[in-house]
């Protein structure tokens, strides 16, 4: 499946960013409010400048995961992800290797498409570009049934990983999924 007429996919500049962090908090309400409440989405939302110019600078400072955005022909950003190579990875967010999924080169970190852009190859698009082929794995939320089967589409099955999450995610665990 190719992308929509007039949608293209780019590495994430300075004035995208405001638009894929948009994109990304869209996402993370319609994912993550039954566990982390309306109220912890609200000062997310509310921190939008500050995330941005976090986000801004690290880009700048080549700190921040690789990124991609899906951008409509008028640069409207419609879709956002992220990751590449475990190494570079690990190095960036200063995570241990243990977490790594057996020969696993790659991981998808960020992965979200505006609800009305769905079903349209932007994720798949968005996932080629942050790992490519690449031997790879993902972290997600148990019970997300729907990016689960996206998942599974695109060759990842779920290994047996399993993480709980901080304890403002009231009780929500991540699973490990993994491509060979």
């Known amino acids: 499946m190719g992308l929509p007429e007039g949608v293209r996919i780019e590495a994430l500049r300075r004035e995208w960013v405001r638009g894929a962090l948009l994109v990304k908090n869209a996402g993370w309400w ?10 912890y989405l609200r000062r997310m939302d509310a921190g939008l400048e500050r995330g941005v110019a976090g986000w ?7 700190s921040l995961m690789p990124t991609w955005v899906a951008l409509t022909a008028d640069d409207t950003v ?6 590449g190579p475990v190494e570079a990875l690990e190095a960036i967010e200063g995570r241990l290797a243990g977490e790594r999924a057996p020969g696993v ?7 979200y498409v505006e609800a ?3 079903g349209r190859g932007i994720a798949e698009a968005l996932t080629a570009a942050a790992i490519g082929e690449h031997p790879s794995h ?8 729907r990016a ?6 695109a060759g990842f ?3 047996g990983g399993m993480e709980d999450l901080p304890a403002e995610w009231n009780g929500a665990r991540e699973i490990r999924m993994v491509r060979a």
């Not at 319609?30 to 109220?39: F, I, K, N, S």
Request: aromatic letters at 12%.
């Open 105 to 111: 080169t790659h991981e998808l970190g960020v992965l």
């Open 157 to 159: 099955v779920a290994d």
């Open 148 to 153: 689960q089967a996206f998942y599974a589409k």
């Open 78 to 83: 419609v879709g956002v992800g992220a990751g």
């Open 116 to 118: 009305a852009w769905r």
């Open 30 to 39: 319609e994912a993550y409010l039954p566990w982390l409440g309306e109220e």
């Open 56 to 62: 801004t600078r690290a880009l700048d400072a080549g």
């Open 138 to 145: 993902l972290w997600v939320l148990e019970e997300n049934p």
